[in-house]
């Protein structure tokens, strides 16, 4: 898929410019940074301090991710999303292990070979599943197909929350995974890329979806929630984390200017910041979802449980939203276009992109 799926023309863009609009829906990527978070940026900037996460910024940070989760986890910073997912499986597996994970999952479809690469060549193992989850079943039948040595043995399950078609797994699910990873001895990394969306959803603690589910590592991001760059690797049994400091440094995700990922973190956590930005999201998702489904030929493509909404269209359709500057991916997830909803995605932004749907119907 090229560039050109989300990419308006020249002429749309001149016409989105005039009106000064934004039309971007592609991706919650394509927010910029919450208040919150810029405030402690530059705070942050205002005196000089230590390099490489010796700063007093980190520290705090660290503290406040343990209450947050109500446990002594291990906290570390990366760059990227990629960066989290890959270095984090990879410091779980060794190269003759596998990791499980949806057909769907973004390690397997949207990081470049990621995980494989610096697991020195861990296998990905994909399973189908609704609404783009992992079941049970289908962990187990991948784990049991065969145990012989020349089948790389699988080490980890995987799982997106929310996953890459915008929905969540419940504590239920979580659990029954867990109960699966139990007997066969396995570890559960979660790739919480909108992590935050999975909460506000739900209405649970972090802690409750993730370590008390039997998560063992969590990979949050803090892009997708309003911050300009940066992830926080999770490890809840510390013992795991052993030498992850290091294998950050040889990745290059050692930050010099540490202060300036960890201090934006501050004016997330601080006041529930992180969760009031994903339930806004969330809520601006739902109210897209109940319009366009009351479109008569546009289906939703499947439950719209966070920030996310996925929806078939005439072709035509698509073409023409394209041409009045609105971004989109239609490669993402089992088909059709995916919208999604940020931080400070407002009513009337969705209301101008129905607008023109209607006017295009």
């Known amino acids: 898929m090229t560039t050109d799926a989300i990419a308006p023309t020249p002429a749309a863009t001149s016409a989105a410019d005039e009106t000064c609009t934004s039309r971007f829906l592609a991706s919650d990527n394509t927010s910029g940074i919450c208040p919150e978070a810029m405030a402690y940026m530059m705070q942050a900037n205002r005196d000089d301090d230590l390099a490489y996460g010796n700063d007093r910024w980190t520290q705090q940070v660290t503290d406040s991710f343990r209450q947050l989760f109500e446990t002594e986890c291990e906290v570390f910073f990366v760059f990227n999303g990629t960066a989290a997912n890959s270095l984090s499986l990879a410091h779980l597996c060794q190269s003759y292990h596998s990791v499980i ?34 079941t049970p079943e289908g962990i187990e039948q991948l784990v049991t197909k065969r145990s012989d040595i020349h089948y790389p043995r699988p080490r980890v399950i995987s799982l997106t929350q929310c996953t890459e078609v915008g929905t ?9 995974i867990r109960e699966v990873a139990d007997r066969h001895d396995l570890q559960i990394h979660m790739d919480g890329a909108r992590f935050a969306n999975a909460c506000a959803a739900l209405g649970v603690s972090p802690a409750e979806l993730t370590w008390k589910a039997g998560v063992d590592v969590l990979c ?4 997708k929630n309003g911050l300009a760059m940066g992830e926080a690797v999770i490890f809840f049994d510390r013992k795991l984390a052993r030498d992850f400091d290091y294998r950050c440094k040889q990745a290059g995700q050692l930050a010099s200017k540490m202060r300036f990922i960890a201090a934006p973190w501050m004016g997330l956590l601080e006041n529930d910041v992180w969760l009031n930005n994903a339930r806004h999201a969330n809520g601006m998702a739902q109210y897209l ?45 089992a088909g059709g ?19 023109d749907i209607r006017d295009v119907l």
Do not use: M
């Open 289 to 333: 979802a109940e319009r366009l489904e009351a479109l008569e030929g546009i289906e939703l493509l499947f439950p719209s449980e966070a920030n996310s909404v996925f929806a078939s269209f005439p072709e035509h359709v698509l073409t023409a939203l394209r041409e009045r500057g609105w971004t989109f991916y239609t490669f993402i997830g």
């Open 168 to 176: 969540v797994y419940s504590l239920e699910e979580l659990q029954a």
């Open 101 to 134: 994970c949806h057909e769907l999952a973004h390690i397997e479809t949207d990081e470049c070979g990621g995980p494989e690469f610096f697991s020195n060549g861990s296998k990905l193992l994909n399973a189908p599943g609704p609404d783009g989850k992992l």
């Open 337 to 355: 276009a995916r919208f999604v909803c940020s931080w400070n995605t407002t009513t009337e932004l969705l209301d101008a992109l129905l607008k």
């Open 220 to 223: 949050f991001s803090g892009t």
